[in-house]
């Protein structure tokens, strides 16, 4: 399969060098606005550019409490195993990240919590690992704009386990600061949308937030940088977005030759997004795209 034959939301790629593959996870194109979901699947490459799959990492057991919404998987290696960090909802329940845990990238991955980490009356998605200077990790989500208004970008801390949040939320920032951002008009609701925090540290050490929302293009990659180089900030967000083609949700990694690539899907309408790589530089104290 070549990348514009991947019909995934949402990508996200595991290098592991020991095998020499890179492993794309990402919301099932076919479920993602569906009524019901089954499944989190992935793929694999050595090129990033044909790929083998699609293969199950979680399929839905009878008893798991969510049944739709399984949203923006991410797999990273912690301690020795790989923990899956997804979105899921229920009628009747919140949308909330769940942590999930497997000894190996292909799964199966298996809860190792009783339901979503983020708070149970907060609606919740995106959430992603962070490990910050201290070793301390921290689980770093979205508290979404139809709960709130004003889409909130927030963080908890976790225990080493990663089973449970050891902490309150504490607020990082919200979407409206965004000097970009405009209010989204949806089925007769507006607000300002926060999707998919993931974090980039520069080499002088500088720590980035790259996330998404909308401005004048569609979709949007915007970025925020903290004041202090850690995970509470304060954050400050950069007045010229990252990307503003109508594709977004990212992520970055390196390729196993040492090239930093930013990964997102593109466009944002369903059913054509597909997962797109580019690469990155640091310039200026934040990152660009460039061919």
Not at 92 to 101: D, E, P
Request: proline share 8%.
């Amino acid at each position: 399969m070549k990348n514009i034959d991947i019909h995934i939301r949402d990508p996200f790629v595991l290098p592991i060098p020991a095998e020499n593959r890179y492993y794309l996870y990402g919301t099932n194109g076919p479920e993602s606005w569906t009524p019901s979901a089954s499944i989190i699947e992935y793929y694999t490459s050595a090129d990033l550019q044909n790929w083998d799959g699609p293969f199950p990492a979680f399929q839905r057991p009878e008893n798991f409490w969510a049944d739709r919404n399984f949203w923006a998987p991410e797999v990273h290696a912690y301690g020795g195993r790989y923990y899956l960090f997804a979105t899921f909802k229920a009628e009747g329940a919140c949308r909330g990240t769940q942590i999930l845990v497997a000894d190996t990238p292909i799964g199966p991955f298996l809860p190792i919590s009783d339901g979503p980490v983020t708070p149970r009356n907060w609606e919740c998605l995106d959430g992603t690992l962070f490990i910050d200077m201290n070793a301390q990790a921290w689980i770093v989500f979205c508290h979404e704009w139809v709960q709130v208004g004003d889409g909130e970008i927030c963080a908890m801390p976790l225990s080493s386990d990663l089973n449970q949040a050891t902490g309150k939320p504490q607020l990082l920032f919200r979407a409206s600061e965004a000097p970009w951002a405009l209010e989204l008009n949806s089925k007769g609701r507006k607000g300002y949308v926060t999707d998919g925090p993931w974090f980039q540290r520069l080499s002088n050490g500088d720590l980035l937030m790259l996330w998404s929302s909308f401005g004048e293009g569609g979709y949007t990659v915007g970025v925020a940088k903290s004041e202090t180089g850690d995970i509470l900030g304060p954050w400050q967000q950069l007045e010229k977005p990252l990307y503003v083609g109508d594709g977004g949700h990212c992520m970055t990694f390196r390729t196993f030759d040492g090239q930093l690539l930013l990964a997102y899907h593109r466009p944002n309408a369903s059913p054509n997004e597909r997962p797109y790589f580019a690469q990155l530089r640091e310039n200026d104290g934040s990152l660009e795209i460039f061919e």
